[in-house]
């Protein structure tokens, strides 16, 4: 059976053909592929596989390792040795057959013209099917534009679209276009998490070029590194010493910072945002898009730019009440936080400039990008207070990383899961809107999320989305709630739904009682009692990642005298790793477990991709080292044994 589905192309459209007995790995591809504009045709075995070559002549052709009826190593090598399907690129792609020796193999003996394990990267992935079929709109990194369904871009669009993807916590890519100039950039939750561009000058390797940092020489091996592996750049430099994890950062955060305001003054071009789903494949940033803009504008606008977008000098800003936008994160200089204190209500743009004493220009620009943010709006929507104002000063987010400032995050989690909407606003019950308002400011400021973005794991931030979300709810509900019953008692009827204390949920303080009992018996040595404390806390919410993390490394501690205990460490971190791929912990105990069982290709694989996940993952980047050594070692051991029988 063959399926066919079409991407919006003109009659040069690429054809790919998918051959896959996973119908769900086809779909997946299928669809991305279709969003990028290629026409794809599939099949479910190597027979149909080879009918639908024959027929269709697909531009290009991806196989799974491992078909049914017709091998897809053995398909690979048939229709390369066929007059018609010599010059057809075919990837093949297996989850089973994994390390060097099978990627040279694909190529020598079965004739591939490259090779991808699962789980996929499909980014890599489609970077090598443009530079097979010649497809690329230009050498930029990962970057191909040419197909997508833009829209104009018009003055100012850019910095709009950029708040707006923020305020909507979308996740996807938001593809730039203007001449034969092109960008992409990278949204997570609404964080701005990654940029390419196809210009030179805005390439990573061309930055660590210009500083010296790599030689033409190193860039010149890395590239060809790049194309035979799929590896980042940046992950291969980390991986051969070349730089540190911090220098890689750091270039990455001025890659990423290039990019963005070089687009900030385009006044035409196209557009086009495509939501996707997490970006594993490149090394998150997390920039705060209100930083970014307000950085940008006062760097790379001009003062006609300035007229033409904010020209208002009578008008009378007031502070955000709405939390979402007031406590975004932003870190303000001396000069920059004396302008915001004079955004007060009272004061017009052409007062506060006189009273900052400080350039005009510079003032504008500011109060610009904060109205961009919506951290500051016009005066006439909701007012703020004296009270407002004096909780809501302040913009700096203390970090929390110590142990007890966590546990007061993971207390507070649980709280919300069951107090009532008073509790969590930590106020008395009132009908008093105003003490309301002021409890909830208090709370959404402390839980802000930009607050925490750059300073806990996946873990916690998820924490602390949960409860602003029910802060900002429960608000909402009590306000209503009162406006329905200014005449009733305080006492809400317990049919009133907008009072009523949510169901209580105690499995995840179940869970974490189970949990901290494992710890505290791992750590006294008794490890049959911390296995069986971690099982019972899984078997009350299983889809905690530290839990399983945990229970793996119990299980590799008694692996000397138990070998089987190594297969139940590998199930664990397996289980950890699909519930949160993001996290570097279970590639890296995974590493740990093939290093015990002496298979360096899956143990290099795994400590690879945890430092995909963490470039500053220490103990990754030894391991990796250490692999490198022992390699090179041998290859000078053979040789020293050629040369003595010689």
């Excluded at 939750?189 to 990654?194: L, R």
């Excluded at 992950?235 to 963005?260: H, K, M």
Aim: charged residues 30%; proline residues 3%.
């Amino acid at each position: 059976m063959f399926i066919r589905m079409r991407g919006a192309r003109d009659e040069m459209t690429v054809k790919i053909g998918i051959i896959d007995d996973d119908q769900g790995s086809v779909q997946a591809l299928s669809e991305y592929a279709v969003t990028l504009g290629y026409e794809v045709v599939s099949a479910r075995d190597g027979e149909e596989g080879f009918q639908l070559f024959t027929r269709e002549r697909p531009d290009i052709l991806l196989l799974d390792g491992l078909l049914p009826k017709l091998h897809g190593f053995d398909l690979c090598r048939k229709i390369k040795e066929m007059p018609e399907g010599k010059e057809t690129p075919i990837l093949l792609i297996s989850g089973v057959y994994k390390g060097h020796k099978y990627r040279m193999q694909s190529s020598k003996e079965y004739l591939a013209d490259g090779y991808f394990e699962k789980p996929l990267n499909v980014q890599n992935l489609f970077t090598r099917i443009e530079d097979l079929t010649g497809n690329r709109a230009d050498a930029g990194e990962g970057l191909n534009t040419a197909r997508l369904h833009f829209k104009k871009l018009k003055d100012g669009t850019i910095l709009r679209l950029l708040h707006t993807l923020y305020g909507e916590n979308r996740t996807g890519i938001l593809y730039l276009e203007k001449g034969n100039i092109r960008k992409s950039i990278y949204f997570k939750d609404g964080y701005i998490s990654f940029a390419v561009s196809n210009q030179k000058e805005e390439r990573l390797g061309e930055l660590l070029l210009s500083d010296h940092k790599i030689s033409p020489m190193q860039y010149s091996e890395i590239s060809q590194t790049m194309k035979e592996t799929g590896k980042r750049l940046g992950l291969l430099l980390l991986e051969s010493g070349r730089i540190d994890a911090a220098t890689l950062e750091t270039y990455l955060q001025r890659q990423l910072t290039n990019i963005l305001h070089s687009v900030f003054t385009w006044n035409s071009g196209y557009y086009d945002f495509v939501p996707s789903t997490d970006h594993d494949e490149y090394i998150t940033l997390k920039a705060a898009p209100a930083q970014v803009i307000i950085r940008g504008v006062q760097k790379t606008y001009t003062a006609e730019m300035l007229e033409r977008h904010f020209p208002e000098i009578h008008t009378v800003f007031v502070l955000s009440s709405d939390p979402r936008f007031r406590f975004q994160n932003i870190q303000l200089n001396e000069k920059e936080e004396k302008i915001l204190s004079l955004v007060d209500g009272s004061r017009s743009v052409e007062e506060i400039v006189h009273q900052a004493q400080l350039p005009s220009v510079m003032v504008r620009k500011f109060l610009y990008a904060l109205f961009l943010c919506r951290i500051i709006h016009k005066k006439g929507a909701e007012e703020m207070t004296e009270d407002d104002v004096d909780l809501m000063a302040g913009h700096g987010a203390e970090p929390l990383m110590d142990e007890d400032q966590r546990s007061s995050i993971l207390r507070k989690y649980i709280q919300v899961q069951s107090q009532n909407p008073y509790e969590i606003l930590e106020i008395s019950k009132t009908k008093d809107k105003k003490l309301i308002k002021q409890g909830f400011m208090k709370m959404a400021k402390t839980y802000h999320p930009d607050r925490y973005f750059h300073k806990l794991d996946d873990k916690y931030n998820d924490y602390i989305k949960v409860i602003f979300q029910r802060i900002n709810q429960v608000y909402q509900e009590l306000l209503q709630n009162i406006s329905k019953t200014e005449k009733e008692t305080l006492k809400a009827a317990p049919s009133d739904p907008c009072l009523r204390e949510p169901p209580k949920d105690e499995s995840i303080s179940r869970a974490e009682h189970f949990f901290e009992k494992g710890m505290a018996l791992s750590r006294q040595g008794d490890l049959e009692g911390a296995q069986n404390a971690l099982i019972s806390a899984i078997q009350v919410h299983p889809k905690e990642t530290e839990y399983h993390i945990q229970l793996g490394l119990i299980f590799m501690e008694g692996a000397d005298e138990q070998p089987d205990r190594l297969d139940l460490a590998e199930s664990a971190f397996n289980y950890a790793m699909n519930l949160s791929s993001r996290d570097a912990r279970p590639f890296f105990y995974l590493g740990c477990v093939y290093k015990v069982r002496d298979d360096t290709d899956r143990s290099e694989q795994m400590f690879s991709r945890a430092l995909e996940r963490d470039p500053k993952y220490i103990e990754a980047m030894r391991e990796i080292r250490l692999i490198h050594l022992r390699k090179k070692k041998s290859i000078k051991q053979i040789l020293q044994e050629m040369i003595g029988i010689q």
